[in-house]
């Protein structure tokens, strides 16, 4: 199972908008609705950040939001806050019933 | 407080053998999904493997490159998960974390601090 693909990188000014794109397969992100994003700041474990496509935990704010559109999904977050630097990897249940993470992406705020 | 504790990582040589522990408290331990991941220092997250519940069967699913060679258990009278590494190579070498979907079905929403396994001569 190939990893997804995410962009190594980008970035944004404090209150632009910004979109993680994480592009899988028919066998992955295009037949699954668990596709999910962490968010990993240096030196600590991953946070949930967007289950399900689109469905945010408890206390993530909602200028996190989610989408998918057929083998693609992406991450947008909205009005950057210099907290939001961190990398960021989405993931998605496979249909051999495993699990597959993109690369990872480097948010930077500048 | 929802929380879990790994603890067994450490340095083993290259075919050696390691287990890992996962000790969980603040939920219900017995109906709960376990998942490990592992990092790479510097480099991205990668699954390794996950368990299920004993309501489901309590069998396991492995990624590709440590299928083989690693297994995934549970004591759930003790509330702790396992991982049993055998045939270790220098790739392994990682952090290792558990993490389950506690609140959110088919995400990990909890996630232990991890423990470092680094396979080196």
């Known amino acids: 199972q190939s990893a997804l693909t995410q962009p190594p990188s980008v970035s944004g000014s404090p209150g632009q908008s910004v979109t993680i794109s994480c592009t899988g397969s028919?066998?992955?992100?295009?037949?699954?609705?668990?596709v999910s994003w962490y968010q990993q700041p240096p030196g600590t474990a991953p946070k949930l950040m967007i289950y399900?496509?689109?469905k945010r935990p408890s206390g993530v704010p909602d200028r996190f939001s989610g989408s998918k559109s057929g083998n693609t999904a992406s991450l947008t977050i909205s009005g950057l806050q210099s907290e939001d630097e961190a990398d960021y990897y989405c993931?998605?249940?496979?249909?051999?019933?495993?699990?597959?993470f993109g690369g990872g992406t480097k948010l930077t705020v500048l | 407080e929802v929380q879990l504790v790994e603890s067994g990582g450490g340095l083993v040589k290259p075919g050696g053998s390691l287990r890992l522990s996962c000790a969980a408290s603040?939920?219900?331990?017995?109906?709960?999904?376990m998942s490990w991941v592992r990092q790479t220092p510097g480099k991205g997250l990668e699954w390794v493997g996950r368990?299920?519940?004993?309501?489901?069967?309590?069998?396991?699913d492995y990624g590709a490159p440590v299928k083989g060679r690693f297994t995934i258990s549970r004591d759930d009278s003790k509330n702790t998960l396992y991982l049993q590494m055998n045939s270790l190579k220098t790739e392994d070498s990682a952090i290792y974390y558990c993490?389950?979907?506690?609140?959110?079905?088919?995400?990990?929403?909890?996630w232990g601090q991890g423990t470092m396994v680094t396979v080196s001569s």
């Open positions: 993931t998605s249940f496979t249909s051999s019933s495993t699990w597959v």
């Open positions: 368990i299920r519940s004993s309501g489901y069967g309590g069998t396991a």
């Open positions: 399900e496509v689109n």
């Open positions: 603040g939920f219900t331990f017995s109906n709960a999904w």
């Open positions: 993490t389950s979907d506690v609140s959110t079905p088919g995400a990990w929403d909890i």
């Open positions: 028919s066998s992955d992100v295009g037949s699954s609705n668990r």
